[in-house]
Antibody
């Protein structure tokens, strides 16, 4: 059974870079079938897609975030990473890593981590 | 791209049926049969319950069903049970590898 768990600092200062890691177990992140993504949820608000890294190595991100987002994998550690630069208070929220239920670009996220709360504040 | 539009709240008594709508555009819901629905209980991660408009994820009760007409998708929960009280989010493929979510609907079982 695929499991995912996010980790990283819970507090980031404005203008700095938010860096999170997602540890994947029960499956290989180096699979050339599945993509891996990040979604966030601002306090009291809805879900927002951040971006998805495909097995081709290409990342597709939300147009509103793409200039600040970098998603990568470390196959040796079975880790997925997210870097979001120049953060502001609007980037505060719970960040989830997730994997689609299938290999197609239109497949929804069927596997989710438990989420990690990140607060942007000085 | 804009978020999909959902009503902020919905409610029903045990045993009743409730339908939650999700309105998009021809660029997302109206353009693809790739609408999904997630259930989220407080403090928990979202759980995929419906995908490709009408397909139920494994283990999801038959009380949950999805549909779509034009630019609007709907989630119907029949025979409401106490454990159905949760937030529900719709999502749609929006072309060019993009994904869009709705703002969420809080379902209360009276």
């Amino acid at each position: 059974q695929l499991q995912m768990q996010e980790s990283g600092p819970g507090l980031v200062k404005p203008s700095e870079t938010l860096s999170l890691t997602c540890t994947v177990s029960g499956g290989s992140i180096s699979s050339n079938i599945y993509s891996w993504g990040w979604i966030r949820q601002s306090p009291g608000k809805g879900l927002a897609w951040i971006g998805t890294l495909y097995h081709s190595g290409i990342t597709y991100s939300s147009p509103s975030l793409e200039s600040r987002v970098a998603i990568s994998v470390d196959t040796s550690k079975n880790h997925l990473s997210l870097r979001l630069s120049s953060v502001t208070a609007a980037d505060t929220g719970v960040y989830y890593c997730a994997r689609p239920r299938g290999p197609q670009q239109m497949d929804p996220f069927g596997y989710w981590g438990q989420g990690i709360l990140v607060t942007v504040s000085s | 791209q804009s978020a999909l539009t959902q009503p902020p709240s919905a409610s029903g008594s045990p045993g009743q049926s409730v339908t939650i709508s999700c309105t998009g555009t021809t660029s997302d819901i109206g353009g693809y049969n790739y609408v999904s629905w997630y259930q989220q209980h407080p403090g928990k991660a979202p759980k995929l319950i419906i995908y490709e408009v009408i397909e139920r994820s494994s283990g999801v009760p038959g009380r949950f069903s999805g549909s779509k007409s034009g630019n609007t998708a709907s989630l119907t929960v029949s025979g409401l049970q106490a454990e159905d009280e949760a937030d529900y989010y719709c999502s749609s493929y929006a072309g060019n590898y993009n994904v869009v979510f709705g703002g969420g609907t809080k379902l209360t079982v009276l």
